[in-house]
């Protein structure tokens, strides 16, 4: 053996200079204003805890001292999760349509964790997978990191963001390796009923394409709504479904997301192999916090799942009445999740003339930041989290009222 080399000459992977994240790459455009006297509040990112209006039950926390005192949680778990923990997360979600036992459970590094390896196991370079557009931008990181191609679906504001199915199905072909559909919605706070998603399902049954289902936001729907998880609703397609702790028990940082494998007819024997293989490689989330995982789901309270809904509920209703009155700003109703999209009619201003110029100067002159449509995608929108304490969104919806004002022509 023998090299040639005479100096250095180390590069990046085509993995790490596939990597991007579009939302950074827009943030790092707003700029904060250092002579603005006004506190800043933020209505762009999607953790419910930083304000402290949104905490988990105290249940969960007394759970995790508990675990710790028994010196038995500080060793490595099994790759796919420890054994407790997944009967419990199989038993939480069995439904007698899906029913699901520990074998059909993996743990993963939070929610975002699952999504990699349903598209590590699903997709091979040079294939296609289908994602949402407007959609959370993770999705097609995951995707392009790995050399898979994206094709996107169209979500309807006008149908309070349904998925545009004619043309879903148009984008099938012989090399699309698995739909991916976010019920309830990031970054649309909608929520799909039980036609919608059956007919989603239609599409991936007469195409043979599995289904990718993120529904960490499961259970978060607002009155008027219910959520169907879609392996409920089919004895055919087979599905991964992923989930976690972090919205519903309003624990992001805790870091504990899983797969459900939803097989059908044998489809995903393969698959279920390989998930177990690609759990191998990094061996799980937190012991900690996976030991803690049984007693969470089966002892926090209903008047806490309650509760949680109510403030949000509360938060949403706020921001329909304000936002609604500023002339410009075109808000679509949340049904579920903790976000609200919102148009922006760029021809009812003098000098704006993007979502991204919107934010861009609400920033500069008013001290809040949202989150523009192009993060997402999806142009001449913006993304407003509805987790802040309701004196923080009444507040930052009358100084976008008096912005809107003063550049409107």
Known sequence: MSSDRKSWNVQASRVAQAAHNPIRAIVDKLKLNP?????????????????????????????????????????????????????????????????????????????????????????????????????????????????????????????????????????IDEKTSAILVNNPSNPCGSVYSREHLQAILSIAERH?????????????????????????????????????????????????????????????????????????????????????????LEKTPDSFYKETIQQLEDNVRLSMEKVSKIDGLVPVQPQGAMYMMVGIEVEKFKDIESDVEWSRMLLDEENVVCLPGECFDYPNYVRFVITPTIDRLEEAYNRMDAFCARHRK
């Open 35 to 171: 002579t603005l006297t006004k506190p800043l509040i933020s209505l762009s990112i999607g953790d419910p805890t930083i304000f402290g209006n949104f905490n988990v039950d105290p249940s969960a926390n007394e759970t995790i001292i508990e675990k710790i005192n028994t010196f038995k949680c500080n060793g490595y778990p099994p790759a796919d999760g420890i054994l407790q923990a997944r009967e419990a997360i199989a038993k939480h979600h069995t439904h007698e349509n899906a029913p699901l036992q520990a074998s059909d459970v993996i743990l993963a590094n939070g929610c975002s964790g699952a999504l990699e390896m349903c598209v590590n196991v699903l997709c091979n370079e040079g294939q296609n997978i289908l994602l949402p557009r407007p959609g959370f931008s993770l999705y097609d990181s995951l995707a392009k990191t790995r050399f898979v191609n994206v094709k996107q679906y169209d979500l309807l504001p006008e149908k309070n963001w349904e998925a545009d199915l004619v043309q879903m199905e148009s984008l």
């Open 208 to 296: 043979h394409v599995p289904v990718i289902a993120d529904e960490i936001y499961c259970d978060l729907v607002f009155e008027g709504n219910a959520f169907y998880p879609m392996a409920t609703l089919t004895s055919t397609v087979p599905i991964l479904s992923v989930g976690g702790l972090a919205k519903k028990w309003l624990v992001p940082g805790w870091r504990i997301g899983w797969i459900l494998i939803h097989d059908r007819n044998g489809v995903f024997a393969g698959v279920n192999e390989g998930l177990h293989q690609l759990a191998q490689i990094i061996l799980g989330p937190n012991s900690l916090i996976q030991a803690a995982v049984p007693d969470i």
